[in-house]
């Protein structure tokens, strides 16, 4: 696991940055916050990490504090929530305030964040697949 990144920020867009560390360019996904807490390019920057190993990538996510980094690990094993849905959320929230929300059942704030709106006919797509697999006669693995 990559844990932090501490270099010189040598480029960023604005979903991403490029982290020079002795030569080495580290592309970080980040939130709007964290573009916004950045300092200019060619000046050193730390950011704290999240490594996702894909089998056609490697992605790292960027934050600006351990906690909002763990944060987005508490909301990426929430089933239905990904890497970049929970850096949508993130986007539209700080850290403490989102433990704040949880913690005091606000559910209005926390449904007014971007990407929280989930389609209720994607909810139902696992299910239908559950109800499909389960009422599907059992057949030999020897077909030919």
């Not at 996904?29 to 964290?34: F, L, N």
């Not at 730390?46 to 996702?52: E, G, P």
């Not at 987005?72 to 890497?83: N, Q």
């Amino acid at each position: 696991m990559i844990g932090r990144i501490k270099g010189i920020l040598a480029g960023r867009d604005e979903a991403m940055i490029l982290v020079d560390v002795s030569g080495v360019g580290y592309e970080i996904e980040v939130t709007a916050a964290v573009q916004a807490a950045l300092p200019a390019v060619g000046e050193p920057v730390a950011i704290y990490t999240h490594l996702v190993v894909r089998d056609d990538a490697h992605v790292l996510f960027g934050f600006r504090s351990a906690d909002e980094r763990g944060l987005f690990r508490s909301l990426i094993k929430i089933s239905g929530i990904g890497p970049k849905l929970a850096l949508t959320l993130l986007s539209g929230i700080e850290a403490h305030e989102f433990a704040r929300c949880v913690r005091d059942g606000d559910v209005s704030r926390l449904t007014a964040l971007p990407g929280s709106a989930i389609d209720p006919s994607r909810r139902a797509v696992p299910s239908t697949a559950r109800s499909r697999r389960a009422a599907r006669p059992k057949t030999s693995c020897a077909r030919r």
